[in-house]
């Protein structure tokens, strides 16, 4: 791996695009996690944020002293089976964005939208951590600066009164403690495969500091941005695509391009998602690799069927609370600098 200051930004960016998908970029994961509570929502934000960026910054050390490559980190078969579960659980989500994105912006069937997206984010794995770090340094800056332009312009120009910040009397005791927890949780979860490798690859301690710092301060713009966004435009939020509203707003131009980098994100998603499921399989270099990948993409086109919605509000919030007792575990029993 290259030791050059671009090394750290490259990473920080697959960190990002890790942690951000279908769910973030159209803004459904955001409302079942913050925008639901109110105005505490964004303490759980600031909370959220601080979790990923400790928590991401002691996965990278794992990452840079682990000695075995799958099994330290995930030791239980049992474990390890629920990580690929899990994985393919978000995987379908993605997928199901997919479709929900395809056909709230053409007005068509997208039933082989999955199937194309896919069996694409095949090729990417197969050039290891590089070939994150070769999508996502280009996609997550798209990502960021589309949100950016869509959430200024629209506070600048605002389509109805913004209300009142003070909180109902319901938001005071609404579990938005826990919703950001689980949010964190769920994200680390996800992401401690993508971590562990680019952990392998750093070259001296401080870089951990710089990767989990730059990918937590794009996501808590992006978190924040996002957010406001819906909590000031509440008549949004029943679409499966609330931001695609927000980006209507500039023109059917943006629209355009916000459905594309909405897909992108999701793609770059789901190639780190099948990535991590990888890095645990007992597959190394076997011939069966393509077969397992195969395997994965089935399983998860098959879930998405449920439906974007379905998933995401549902489904996300247990593993994010499972999810976050095994990210502890693992750091609890992390290994040491020998």
Request: with cysteine.
């Amino acid at each position: 791996m290259k030791n050059t200051h671009t090394f750290w930004v490259e990473a920080a960016l697959t960190y990002t695009g890790t942690v951000i998908g279908a769910g973030f970029a159209t803004g459904q994961e955001l409302l079942a996690f913050f925008v639901r509570y109110g105005v505490f929502g964004f303490c759980g934000i600031l909370i959220a944020a601080a979790a990923l960026f400790f928590g991401g910054s002691l996965l990278l050390r794992v990452g840079q002293v682990r000695v075995d490559k799958r099994n330290l980190w995930l030791p239980s078969r049992y474990e390890r089976l629920f990580y690929v579960a899990a994985l393919i659980v978000t995987a379908a989500a993605m997928l199901a964005g997919s479709r929900a994105l395809f056909e709230t912006a053409t007005g068509h069937g997208g039933w082989w939208i999955p199937l194309l997206l896919g069996f694409a984010s095949l090729a990417p794995v197969v050039a290891g951590v590089q070939g994150l770090f070769a999508i996502n340094k280009w996609i997550v800056p798209l990502v960021v600066l589309t949100v950016f332009i869509t959430a200024i312009y629209n506070f600048l120009q605002p389509e109805v009164p913004i209300p009142s910040s003070s909180p109902s009397p319901a938001s005071l005791h609404a579990p938005w403690l826990p919703a950001s927890l689980a949010y964190a949780g769920l994200n680390l979860f996800l992401a401690m495969g993508v971590l562990f490798e680019i952990g392998s690859t750093l070259q001296a301690p401080h870089q951990r500091w710089q990767v989990a710092g730059g990918g937590t301060i794009l996501l808590l713009v992006c978190m924040a941005l996002e957010s406001s966004l819906l909590f000031y435009h509440p008549q949004w939020t029943h679409s499966p695509i609330p931001m695609l509203f927000a980006a209507q707003r500039l023109g059917d131009w943006m629209r355009r391009w916000f459905s594309m980098v909405i897909a992108l994100e999701i793609y770059s998603t789901l190639v780190a998602n099948l990535f991590a499921a990888l890095a645990v399989m007992p597959v190394g270099e076997d011939p069966h690799r393509l077969g397992h990948s195969a395997l994965f993409l089935l399983l998860s086109i098959s879930l998405s069927l449920l439906g974007f919605t379905q998933l995401v509000n549902r489904l996300y919030p247990l593993l994010g609370f499972i999810g976050l007792l095994l990210v502890i575990r693992t750091l609890i029993h992390r290994p040491e600098v020998g």
